[in-house]
């Protein structure tokens, strides 16, 4: 089993729709969590940090789930803009300076 | 402007025929690591360091090695490289790995190894 799983996609979604995707985790030990996002060919960016408690910012909410050790990203009102890969960060509390990226979840928004 | 750079941005080359990456930051960051991204299989962490004169292997450092002499440098090198290390390359750095500290990524360099 992969230590972080996530759904390839691609997503198609029409613009305006809610999309939402899941980053499963395997080591139980992991302590921090983070989204990023891809464009083709670029480097990936941080999208959002992944709290606990879930956190939102604008149209973006990310939630943590330690008992289901899984994350979760909502994008509600999807924008043209928004296509692109999504990559969820784990990092394990025994290795703290490693990170592990899943393989991303490809979105696409279309009219 | 804070920024990774890392050069060359594409190269071609031949097997065995050593090369360097170089990847400096300009954030007076502690932590720096290079990736590798492949179809299918995402990023994955080469070597990270987590300070100058520290290294630390990541998932896959088979046929690599970094030195870390300053903080701002953190060149990746090739001894002799094999058609599997075609791939995308990225250099990060991080004020610090855990927490809020985001990784700043450089723009990636495509390496084919002919």
């Known amino acids: 089993r992969k230590e972080v799983e996530q759904d390839p996609g691609p997503f198609n979604v029409p613009e305006g729709a809610t999309v939402a995707f899941n980053c499963t985790y395997s080591n139980s030990a992991s302590q921090s969590f983070f989204w990023y996002r891809q464009d083709c060919r670029k480097e990936p960016k941080l999208l959002m940090s992944?709290?606990?408690s879930g956190n939102e910012d604008g149209r973006f909410t990310a939630q943590l789930n330690r008992a289901s050790q899984y994350i979760s990203l909502l994008i509600r009102d999807s924008k043209l803009s928004d296509s692109a890969t999504y990559l969820c960060v784990v990092i394990h509390t025994g290795t703290a300076s490693k990170l592990t990226f899943g393989t991303g979840t490809r979105l696409q928004v279309t009219l | 402007e804070a920024q990774v750079t890392q050069n060359p941005r594409y190269l071609i080359t031949v097997t065995g025929k050593k090369l360097t990456v170089t990847c400096s930051q300009n954030m007076n960051h502690e932590y720096m690591s290079w990736y590798r991204q492949d179809p299918g299989l995402g990023l994955r962490q080469i070597y990270y360091?987590?300070?100058?004169?520290?290294?630390d292997k990541g998932d896959v450092p088979e046929g690599y090695k970094v030195s870390r002499k300053e903080k701002r440098n953190f060149p990746l090198i090739l001894e002799s490289p094999s058609p599997n290390q075609t791939s995308l390359y990225f250099c990060?750095?991080?004020?610090?790995?855990?927490?809020?500290?985001?990784?700043?990524f450089g723009d990636g360099t495509r390496l084919s190894i002919l």
């Open positions: 990060a750095s991080s004020s610090r790995v855990s927490g809020n500290q985001p990784q700043h």
């Open positions: 360091s987590m300070n100058v004169e520290v290294t």
């Open positions: 992944v709290y606990s």
